[in-house]
Structures are given as structure tokens and as C-alpha cells.
């Protein structure tokens, strides 16, 4: 039988030899060393160059906004200016009578201070027009504002904003003019599309509903009224509209701005134009024969 030989004691007195560490020493230092901050650098180098390039758009985003925001206000102060000036021949061409042109300014300056913002501007461009088409066709210039605010949102519609139609005037087979095609609109509560009046401005858009007023045998006989609401009443009763709330929604806009200061006092000029109109031919037969 083969002898055991028992080795316990010499393994637990056995000294085992301990791996040594590794260490870089210095020249592995150094390059360990310089390869991380050149890792560093780059990174850096990389941010800096994002940062710049951000910088630059944001300073590039900014100043074209700021330019941008600038031509915009000089834009508005012109046609401020130019619509003040407008404004001003208008009422000039009304009257020669310094009291007339003072009271027809003030009556204006109050409805402009009834509105702000959109509605103001609206105002400021439509007035004039309105004011034209009272003294050369009649129709009460609350009226034509009115319905214009209401068909059109203050100028806001898609036919206002892109077709200049301010009323809502439809394009059937009589109008030869521009139009605007297969527009959404409702008729008789139903949603449906239908064909509208187009035009290159403001003033032509409300020319054309003049027009458009004066060569219709229904509205035409109603020209001359001098209240903006009957004008309104009287061409509804003539068909104009079927919306039974529409007259309610032109008295409350006329009430609003106070819409019909502005047809008394054209009222007002006109009738003392026509009152010296009258009495030229009266002072001429009283005045002496000349003699020679």
C-alpha cells in the first residue's frame, strides 16, 4: 500500500508571491497624461465652434427680426401718414367753411377712438371710402361701413383679406370682373361654394358695391336716405338678405362706433352747400346792372 504523505503544514507555511502593481512611471504619465488633455482640448475646441456657430445664427435670427421689425414700423407710420393726409383732402373738399371741416374731424376722431388695433386700422382705411360714396351716390356712409364690418370681420375675411370684397357680393353670370372661385359660404343655412366679386383695392371694393347698389332696380329707389339703419331696413325688406338677425347686427355696429355721427355731419355740409347753392341766384338779381 502506497504511503500518505500529508502536506498541510508546508502549504499553510508557504508564502505566496504577491503580483507587483503596475505603475506608468514617468513617461507613461506624461503621455497618458497629454493624450487626455488633448482629448480635452478637442472637445472644447468642438464646443466653442458650436457655440460660435449658434451664437452667429441667433445674432444673425435676431438682427433680421429687429431689421424686419423696423421696416415694418416705417411701413405702418407711412400709411398712417399718407391715410391721415387722405383723410384730411377729404374733408377739405367737403367744405371751404373752417367750422364744417373742424366738426366733420371731431366726429371722426371719435369713431377712430371707438375702435383700437385691427378694427381701428379697418376704420381708418374704410372711412374715406364711405365717406365718397355718401357724397356721390347718396347711400349713408354709417351704412356702408357697417355692413362692411360685419360681412367682412373689420377687413378680416378671406374675400376682404385676398379679393378686396368687403359686403359679401357674390359673382353670378352678369359680372364680367375678376373672381374668386368655388368659395365656402352658406346659403339658406346650407354649407355650399359659390363664385365672388374680386377687386385689386380697397377703394375699387367699395366703389363696387356702390355700384353694385345703384344698378339694382330693388336698392336703387332706396338711395337718399339719409339714416343709415332705414337705408339697411329698407333694402332688406327689398330682399337683400335673408338673415332675420342682420339688421340687429348693423345697429348694434352703428351704435358701437357711433357710425351715424359721421352722416350727420355730411348731411349737414351738404345741405348748407345746397342752401348758398340756392341763394347765388337771388343775391346776383339783387346786385346793380353794370353800367359802362
Known amino acids: 500500500m502506497p504511503q500518505v504523505v ?25 503621455v497618458v497624461s497629454n493624450f487626455a488633455w488633448l482629448i480635452l482640448f478637442g472637445v472644447a475646441v468642438v464646443s466653442l465652434i458650436g457655440v460660435t456657430r449658434f451664437s452667429a445664427a441667433l445674432s444673425k435670427s435676431y438682427l433680421e427680426e429687429k431689421w424686419n421689425s423696423l421696416q415694418n414700423r416705417l411701413a405702418q407710420k407711412k400709411e398712417i401718414e399718407e391715410r391721415d393726409m387722405r383723410i384730411a383732402r377729404l374733408i377739405a373738399s367737403q367744405s371751404s367753411d373752417t367750422t364744417d371741416i373742424l366738426g366733420l374731424a371731431t366726429r371722426i376722431s371719435k369713431i377712430l377712438d371707438s375702435a383700437n388695433g385691427r378694427q381701428r386700422r379697418f376704420l381708418e382705411n374704410a372711412i374715406p371710402e364711405a365717406m365718397l360714396i355718401q357724397t356721390s351716390s347718396q347711400i349713408p356712409a354709417s351704412a356702408v361701413l357697417a355692413m362692411a364690418i360685419f360681412e367682412s370681420g373689420y377687413g378680416n375675411s378671406m374675400l376682404a383679406k385676398e379679393y378686396n370684397n368687403y359686403f359679401g357680393m357674390k359673382a353670378f353670370d352678369s359680372w364680367t370682373g375678376p373672381r374668386a372661385l368655388n368659395m365656402p359660404t352658406r346659403d339658406s343655412g346650407e354649407d355650399t361654394t359659390a363664385d365672388f366679386r374680386a377687386y385689386p383695392n380697397l377703394a ?44 340687429t347686427h348693423i345697429r348694434d355696429i352703428i351704435q358701437k362706433h357711433g357710425l351715424d355721427r359721421l352722416d350727420a355731419a355730411l348731411e349737414d355740409i351738404v345741405d348748407k352747400q345746397e342752401s348758398v347753392a340756392k341763394a347765388v341766384p337771388a343775391s346776383e338779381a339783387l346786385a346793380p346792372a353794370a353800367t359802362h
Open 6 to 30: 500529508d502536506l498541510t503544514s508546508a502549504i499553510a507555511r508557504k508564502t505566496f508571491a504577491k503580483k507587483p502593481k503596475f505603475r506608468l512611471g514617468l513617461v507613461g504619465t506624461l
Open 204 to 247: 375699387s371694393g367699395f366703389q363696387g358695391y356702390s355700384q353694385f347698389l345703384l344698378s339694382n332696380d330693388r336698392y336703387r329707389k332706396h338711395v337718399g336716405e339719409k339714416s343709415g339703419i332705414k337705408f339697411v331696413s329698407n333694402i332688406l325688406a327689398s330682399g337683400y338678405c335673408p338673415d332675420p338677425d342682420y339688421l
